[in-house]
């Protein structure tokens, strides 16, 4: 969750629409007001970041150990 609230917030709202509360991709476009081709966008960069974030975390925690 920390990774997450690190990233942007277009991000991070498009990331929990959809895989914390489950709504589809064109749901999450709606909701937000978003041609679906955004929220796509959002996601894709999202995810990115998220695992670089994570990556990043893995090995200051391998690095501690």
Known sequence: ???L???PEEQRT???LHH???LPVAEVAREIRAPVG????RLSRGRAALADLLAIIDSKEAIDA
């Open 20 to 22: 914390l509360v489950g």
């Open 38 to 41: 955004r929220v796509k966008a």
């Open 5 to 7: 609230r690190r990233l």
């Open 1 to 3: 969750m920390a990774a």
């Open 14 to 16: 498009v990331i929990a």
